[in-house]
């Protein structure tokens, strides 16, 4: 079983950057898929970028594609989400999750543990 704890959420001006951290207890970090999903009021949670075990593989929704930086520090167990260019829409709560069934996934189902969530807020 795996406990993560996200950090770096805030209010940030449109064009800003955060950084979130997403840090990950046990021993076996290196065995779960990681990644980011956001639920922003009245809409349905969606997954925001991906990274493998190895952290070889990501993926990135359109929206972010070229913006947002998923990446993971194996000696810290913690996986990171830098985001920069932030727009109003990227408001939202952000959850860190992890799976140990696939290499990695995009789809909430198959994710397993989750973070409590930190609240990112873009001002225009």
């Known amino acids: 079983q795996v406990q993560l704890v996200e950090s770096g959420g805030g209010l940030v001006q449109a064009g800003g950057s955060l950084r979130l951290s997403c840090a990950a207890s046990?021993?076996?970090?290196?065995?779960?898929?990681m990644a980011w999903f956001r639920q922003a009021p009245g809409k349905e949670r969606e997954v925001v970028a991906a990274?493998?075990?190895?952290?070889?593989?990501?993926y990135y929704v359109d929206s972010v594609k070229g913006r947002f930086t998923i990446s993971r520090e194996y000696a810290k167990n913690t996986v990171y989400l830098q985001m920069n260019s932030l727009k109003p829409d990227d408001t939202a709560v952000y959850y860190c999750?992890?799976?140990?069934?696939?290499?990695?996934?995009?789809?909430?189902?198959?994710?397993?543990?989750w973070g409590q969530g930190t609240q990112v807020t873009v001002s225009s």
């Open positions: 999750a992890a799976t140990i069934l696939s290499p990695i996934a995009t789809s909430d189902s198959r994710y397993d543990y």
């Open positions: 046990g021993r076996t970090f290196g065995s779960y898929a």
């Open positions: 990274i493998s075990r190895s952290g070889g593989n990501t």
